[in-house]
C-alpha cells in the first residue's frame, strides 16, 4: 500500500477506535442524565402530590369539625371554637359560617354579618355539597390571594400557596389541579400556566400518570387516588443542561481513558507493521540479504545435482526466514531487488563452482512482480554474459501466486524457457486450480509441495494426492522434485514412484556458501572440487 494512503488510513482508524468509546460514553452520560432527572422529577413530583393531598384533608377535617360543634353559629362561644379549629390545622388560615351569599363570622374576622362582605356563587360545587372558591381576594390584604372551602355553611380559608411550599433548589414550575374541575388552583412561583396546562392536558387522555420529554422540557403528572388532585411538574431544559453538563464530564472522561489506549494501540499496530516493513526495504536498499543453499539430489543415487538458493534477512544479527518477510515484499513492491540481489549473491558465491560443473545448477525462487515482466530474464542474461555460466544452470522456481495474470505470466515463463532457463512450478498442489496450469502453462519441472511427502506412509486422504501428481507430471513428460523429504522412508516410496529428484533435511539443510562447500566435498567430491 502507498505509505501515504497507509498513514492516513491509520490515523482514521486510531481516532475511530478513540472516538468510539468516547462516543459510548457521551451517549450513556446523556441517558444517565435523563434518567436521573426522571427520577428526580418523580420524587419531587411525589413530594409535592403528598403536600397537597395533607392540605386537602385538613381542609376537610376542620369543615367536618365544624359541622359537629353545639355552639349558637358566631356567637362568641363559637366563635372561641372556630379560633380553636383554626388554630390546630397547620394549613389553615381561617374558619367560618357563611350563608346567603355572605360570610357571617371567623375565627380571624370575628362576626361581620352586618359589614356585607358577600360572596360569589362558588366555581365548583361536588356531589356531596362541597363547595370551592379557587380564587378570592383575601380580605386582609389585597394583592394575597384565597381559596375558600365549605359545606353547610361551614367554611375554610387557605392560602393556595400552601399547595406548591415544597422546597426545590431547581426551580422546577409546579402546579396543582383539580382534576374534575380541570383548574389549575395553585401553581409555582413564575410557573407557565398555560405551558403546565396544556401538559396536563396532554396527559388527561394517556395513563393517568406519567413522564414526557419534550424539546424543551421535561414533564411529569402525578394524580392522586383518593382525591380529584393532580400535580404537575416541569423541568425547564436549563436544569437538564446543568445535570448532562456535570455528567458528560464523568462520561468523556471514562470513554477517553477507554479511548485513548485502544487508539494507541491501533495506532501501534499499524505502525509497527508499517515500521517493519521501513526496516526491510532499508535492509534492501544496503544489501542486508544473504542466501542459503539447500542440496536436491537425484533420489536415484543421492547424489546432489543442485541447489536452491534461499533467502534470508540479516536482522540484528539473526537470520529471519524467507516466510516472514517475502509476503511483506511482495506487497511493499521491494521484491524485485530481491530477486536481484539474490542472483548478484548466488553469482558472487557460486560462480566458480558453476563454471568449473556445467551440469551443476541453482534454483533461485522468484515472486510475483518478476513474472509479469521480462526484466528479471533481461537481468540475468545480462549478468550471465562473459561469465561462462549456461543459461540452464539458473533455473528460476515461480508459484501459483505469480499466475494471477495467467496471460502475461505464461509468456514470461516461455521467455526464460527460450532463453534457455528451465523454469519449476514451485509447491505444485497447494494452490487452487494448480492442475489447471499444467494444460496451458508449458514448463519443465514440478516441486511437489511439503505438504503431500508429509502424507507418505500416513493413513490421511492427501496421502494419495503425491502419486496422481506424480503420474500426472510424468505423463506429460515433466520432471518431478519432491520438496520437504525427512525420512528414508519418504524417499525410498518416492523412488519407487520414478520421482527424479529430492530436497529435504534427510540430504541437506540449507546452510551458507562455506558450509555447502564442505557438504558438496563429502558427498560430491567432483562438484566440490
Ligand atoms: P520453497 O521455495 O518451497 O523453499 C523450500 C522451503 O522448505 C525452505 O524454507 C526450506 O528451508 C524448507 N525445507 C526444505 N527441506 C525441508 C525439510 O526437510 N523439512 C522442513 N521442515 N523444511 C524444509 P525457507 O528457506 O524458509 O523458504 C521458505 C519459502 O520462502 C520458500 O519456499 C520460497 O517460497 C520463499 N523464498 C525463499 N527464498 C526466496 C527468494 O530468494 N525469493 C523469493 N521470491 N522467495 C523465496
Ligand atoms: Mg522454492
Ligand atoms: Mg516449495
Redesign the pocket.
Known amino acids: 500500500m502507498h505509505r501515504s494512503w497507509f498513514l492516513a488510513l491509520t490515523i482514521v482508524l486510531a481516532t475511530l477506535a478513540t472516538l468510539f468509546p468516547v462516543g459510548i460514553g457521551v451517549f450513556m452520560a446523556q441517558l444517565e442524565a435523563n434518567r436521573r432527572e426522571a427520577d428526580q422529577l418523580s420524587v419531587f413530583a411525589d413530594a409535592a402530590l403528598k403536600r397537597a393531598e395533607l392540605v386537602m384533608t385538613q381542609a376537610t377535617s376542620a369543615i367536618e369539625e365544624m359541622e359537629v360543634l353545639r355552639e349558637e353559629p358566631c356567637s362568641p362561644a363559637h366563635l372561641v371554637q372556630l379560633r380553636r379549629i383554626a388554630y390546630s390545622y397547620r394549613h389553615i388560615q381561617d374558619a367560618g359560617i357563611y350563608g346567603g351569599g355572605q360570610r357571617r363570622c371567623s375565627a380571624l374576622l370575628g362576626p361581620v354579618e352586618t359589614k356585607g362582605l358577600t360572596l360569589p356563587p362558588p366555581d365548583w360545587r361536588t356531589p356531596d355539597g362541597m363547595e370551592y372558591w379557587f380564587d378570592l381576594a383575601n380580605p386582609f390584604s389585597a394583592p394575597r390571594r384565597a381559596m375558600l372551602i365549605g359545606r353547610n355553611g361551614s367554611n375554610v380559608s387557605l392560602d393556595p400557596q400552601t399547595f406548591v411550599d415544597v422546597v426545590d433548589r431547581d426551580a422546577r414550575m409546579l402546579a396543582v389541579i383539580n382534576t374534575e374541575a380541570g383548574r389549575i388552583f395553585a401553581a409555582s412561583q413564575g410557573a407557565n400556566l398555560k405551558r403546565m396546562q396544556e401538559a396536563y392536558a396532554d396527559h388527561t387522555y394517556g395513563a393517568g400518570s406519567g413522564a414526557t420529554h419534550d424539546d424543551d422540557a421535561a414533564v411529569v403528572l402525578r394524580r392522586s387516588r383518593v382525591m380529584p388532585l393532580a400535580v404537575v411538574v416541569l423541568a425547564p431544559r436549563a436544569v437538564l443542561l446543568a445535570n448532562w453538563k456535570a455528567l458528560l464530564t464523568g462520561g468523556l472522561a471514562v470513554g477517553l481513558a477507554a479511548g485513548l489506549p485502544l487508539g494507541v494501540l491501533v495506532w501501534r499496530r499499524a505502525t509497527r507493521r508499517f515500521s517493519l516493513e521501513g526496516e526491510l526495504r532499508g535492509a534492501v536498499r544496503r544489501h542486508e540479504m544473504a542466501v ?1 543453499y ?1 542440496p536436491i539430489v537425484a533420489l536415484s543415487d543421492n547424489h546432489c545435482v543442485g541447489v ?4 534470508r534477512w540479516r536482522r540484528h544479527g539473526r537470520l529471519v ?3 516472514l518477510f ?1 509476503p511483506m515484499a511482495e506487497n511493499a513492491g521491494l ?1 524485485q531487488q ?2 536481484d540481489q ?1 542472483l548478484e549473491i548466488v553469482l558472487t558465491e557460486l560462480g566458480t563452482m558453476l563454471r568449473r560443473h556445467p551440469s551443476f545448477y541453482v534454483s ?4 510475483a512482480e518478476d513474472l509479469k515482466s521480462r526484466r528479471f530474464l533481461g537481468v540475468l542474461t545480462a549478468r550471465l554474459r562473459g561469465t561462462g555460466i549456461t543459461p540452464e544452470q539458473i533455473r528460476i ?1 515461480a ?1 501459483e501466486r505469480g499466475f494471477l495474470e495467467p496471460d502475461v505470466a505464461r509468456d514470461t515463463i516461455q521467455a526464460f524457457r527460450d532463453a534457455g532457463h528451465p523454469v519449476y512450478i ?2 505444485f498442489g497447494t494452490g487452487y486450480s494448480s492442475l489447471s496450469y499444467l494444460q496451458s502453462f508449458k514448463v519443465d519441472a514440478l ?1 511437489i509441495d ?1 505438504s503431500f511427502v508429509d502424507t507418505i506412509g500416513q493413513e490421511a486422504a492427501s496421502s494419495t494426492v503425491a502419486p496422481h501428481i506424480i503420474a500426472m507430471a510424468r505423463s506429460l513428460g515433466l520432471q518431478v522434485v519432491a ?4 525420512d528414508s522412508a519418504q524417499a525410498d516410496f518416492l523412488r519407487e514412484q520414478g520421482v527424479d529428484f529430492g ?4 540430504f541437506g ?2 546452510v551458507p556458501a562455506v558450509e555447502l562447500a564442505k557438504l558438496l566435498a563429502k558427498s560430491m567430491p567432483q562438484a566440490a572440487a
Open positions: 542459503h539447500q536452491e538458493a534461499l533467502v526466514r524467507p516466510n517475502i521484491i530481491i530477486t539474490v533461485i525462487n522468484v515472486g522456481e508459484t514451485d509447491d516441486k511439503k520438496e520437504g523429504i525427512e530436497q529435504g533435511w534427510l539443510r540449507p
